[in-house]
């Protein structure tokens, strides 16, 4: 069970995170490591050619397309620790996975997640699924404790490394002593509110870093100015039909069932 505890719920409320959540076997997390590293190989000619900014391409929305991807963002410990701050009802949104080799130079710059989602009420969390440790030495996620309940302006910069779409950064300065470190041991989670700032460093070590960013809402939110407008139901009912509803991926390899899908499909660059 990956049910957070009352206590540990009105803290996830108060600060804006929570983890380690335990979440995924070891057996699963060597599982969907390898259809990640393959994943990234057939892919690494086209990595190659795209600008670091660019590279998110790749990288975003595989959950529609790949099955071991939807696996990972319906899987039930999964489902029952985003419940446990969300409510019974789950759309996943978007999923972004974030990895950083050894050298790459990669970093995220702080930055808040609501002002570029476009979405209302922030009736939102990521769960960020480690499918490596994920430590300081290698760049882990940090965040700055109960930041979520304040907006702060942003500026979008041409930095070289930030692996943030728009190279998008807080435009006033973040006191590094307040940051937490989000530790977490390959098949544990974070979850943080789409409010809360946070960033983290390049990969100092020389072992990957790797996770699965998940966003999660509830069906009442509403997507006036954002860039997307689709979700995928995966627990409980959409009864306010906001957003067009994907149908889960089938088969081993890349699959598509709608017409969406077949645009991220080609967005990432992969054929059917
Ligand atoms: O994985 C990271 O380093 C950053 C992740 C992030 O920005 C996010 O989950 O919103």
């Known amino acids: 069970m990956a049910r ?47 600008p670091m900014r660019k590279q998110y391409l790749v990288f975003s929305q595989t959950h529609a397309v790949l099955r071991w991807v939807y696996r990972i963002v319906s899987h039930p410990n999964v489902l029952d620790a985003v419940e446990s701050v969300l409510g019974p009802n789950l759309l996943v949104w978007d999923t972004g996975w974030f990895s950083k080799m050894p050298g790459e130079g990669k970093y995220v710059a702080w930055h808040q997640d609501s002002l570029y989602f476009g979405l209302h009420p922030p009736h939102l969390t990521t769960a960020w699924i480690a499918l490596t440790e994920s430590i300081p030495e290698n760049g882990c996620l940090r965040v700055i404790p109960r930041s979520h309940e304040r907006v702060f302006s942003h500026r979008e910069t041409e930095s070289q490394g930030n692996l943030l779409s728009r190279g998008q950064e807080i435009a006033v300065e973040v006191h590094e002593s307040e940051a937490v470190d989000l530790n977490l041991k390959p098949g544990q989670l974070s979850l943080h509110h789409v409010g809360i700032v946070h960033g983290s460093n390049v990969n100092g070590s020389d072992i990957p870093r790797i996770g699965l960013a998940v966003r999660y809402l509830t069906p009442d939110v509403t997507h006036q100015g954002s860039p997307q407008q689709f979700a995928m139901l995966v627990r409980g009912e959409d009864n306010l039909g906001h957003f067009e509803l994907l149908p889960p991926p089938g088969g081993n390899g890349v699959s598509i069932g709608s017409s969406i899908q077949a645009k991220i499909l080609e967005r990432m660059g992969l054929d059917a």
């Open 4 to 50: 957070l505890t009352l206590q540990q719920q009105l803290q996830y409320k108060e600060l804006g995170y929570y983890f380690p959540v335990p979440v995924l076997q070891d057996s699963e997390v060597m599982q969907f490591r390898s259809f990640f590293f393959d994943y990234l190989s057939a892919n690494r000619e086209r990595l190659k050619q795209l």
